[in-house]
């Protein structure tokens, strides 16, 4: 695999996905709004314009396509999920790509954890039901994988979720972390890997790929905030979520990752017990 294309790269997975994947290989990276990278390849695109995603795919003619881009706004999420994805679906079956796309683990309503690859998508709110939709729109292709992943963190660059908490935080504005939402947090670089590991693979279908550790959206949320040196905590609180809105337990199952894959998949504990002597300063 010498060309590929990755959209979103303006997202935080897309910057520490992009770099690497530009190592011996012709990488055009999209964005719509700005190019945090400046790196040769960055084009502007916006995926609601199905015309122009078939003109750089057409253009470029990639062998794979790493779908990261999305919205969590809510006045253009499904637009830019749904459309953007059948778009580029439909570009990458014109020209025989390979398709690596980008899910989520709250496709699931949370009640029937942990949750396997076959499991059908139960989602309770609407970025949950855009990604759903966008799943059954990638399915339809036959050379795809769906990565079902968890919360993405960095321990080089602050997330935006945590980067939200401790703004707050600083600010002295009440936060509060929820003790009852499972997750499988999952290393940048570990979904990295196997973002580019998967698009030069022959593995077909839906694959869990996230952090082996399930920990409470409460807990994976301190844990960075130690690790960031925040010590601003008097607005800090603890509680449940409304199940009715949010999933309590994603847990996902990935043992048909850990049989496919050849990244390995790290918990957060021992992920930060292994790079403590790389914490930044407080």
């Known amino acids: 695999m010498t060309r590929l294309l990755i959209t979103g790269g303006s997202s935080y997975l897309g910057r520490h996905l992009t770099p690497p994947a530009a190592v011996g290989r012709q990488v055009t990276y999209t964005y719509y709004t700005h190019d945090p990278l400046n790196l040769p390849g960055g084009v502007r695109l916006d995926l609601r314009d199905a015309t122009a995603v078939t003109d750089l795919i057409r253009r470029t003619r990639p062998e794979a396509i790493i779908h990261t881009a999305g919205s969590n706004r809510v006045d253009d999420m499904h637009t830019v999920i749904v459309a953007g994805t059948r778009h580029v679906a439909q570009a990458a079956e014109a020209v025989n790509a390979r398709l690596i796309h980008l899910s989520t683990d709250v496709v699931f309503n949370g009640r029937c954890a942990p949750y396997r690859e076959s499991d059908p998508p139960t989602p309770l709110h609407a970025y949950g039901q855009a990604k759903a939709a966008a799943e059954e729109i990638v399915r339809t292709y036959s050379n795809h994988v769906i990565i079902r992943t968890s919360l993405i963190y960095g321990l080089e660059q602050m997330d935006r979720g945590t980067a ?10 009440p936060v509060t972390l929820f003790t009852d939402q499972m997750r499988n947090p999952v290393w940048v670089q570990t979904l990295c890997q196997a973002c580019l590991e998967l698009a030069g693979a022959d593995f ?24 960031w040196g925040v010590q601003e905590r008097a607005t800090l609180s603890l509680g449940a979520s409304d199940p009715a809105r949010w999933p309590r337990d994603c847990t996902l199952d990935l043992t048909r990752a850990t049989a496919v894959l050849q990244t390995p998949l790290p918990g957060v504990d021992e992920l930060l017990a292994a790079q403590a002597g790389r914490r930044p300063p407080a």
């Open 204 to 227: 077909v279908g839906v694959l869990n790929v996230a952090g082996r550790q399930a920990l409470s959206r409460a807990d994976f949320a301190l844990r960075l905030l130690d690790w």
């Open 164 to 173: 939200w908490i401790a703004g707050a935080l600083r600010a002295g504005q």
